[in-house]
């Protein structure tokens, strides 16, 4: 069974900073290359960003190149996202999933997200 659990989200000024973190299941890090997505209101769900297992290779969305940090700790099965300079438009519900390829999701359930709200 897939567990995924975010949090860190909250209410933040652009130009702010937060720190997401999700935990998993031992099965669902295991040896994946993990990512983050993010569903703003109205929208699909969007890649954000990817890390491999080794954390050797990243690889981020053009809308938060520069601004964003993907890192994980594959002792605590636990995969973080530093974000910087929030913009308004990175306001969504922030998700973690295992990652397949270029940017699709591994798993097809997902953990109940993290709100993001940035106001201008």
């Known amino acids: 069974q897939v567990q995924l659990v975010e949090s860190g989200g909250g209410l933040v000024q652009a130009g702010g900073s937060l720190r997401l973190s999700c935990a998993g299941s031992g099965r669902t890090f295991s040896m994946n290359t993990m990512g983050w997505f993010r569903q703003a209101p109205g929208k699909e769900r969007e890649f954000v960003a990817r890390?491999?297992?080794?954390?050797?290779?990243?690889y981020y969305a053009d809308s938060v190149k520069g601004r964003f940090t993907i890192s994980r700790d594959n002792a605590k099965n636990t995969v973080y996202l530093q974000m910087n300079s929030l913009k308004p438009e990175d306001t969504a519900v922030y998700y973690c999933n295992a990652v397949r390829g270029t940017a699709t999701p591994l798993f097809g359930s997902w953990g109940q997200g993290t709100q993001v709200t940035v106001s201008s």
């Open positions: 890390i491999s297992w080794s954390g050797g290779n990243t």
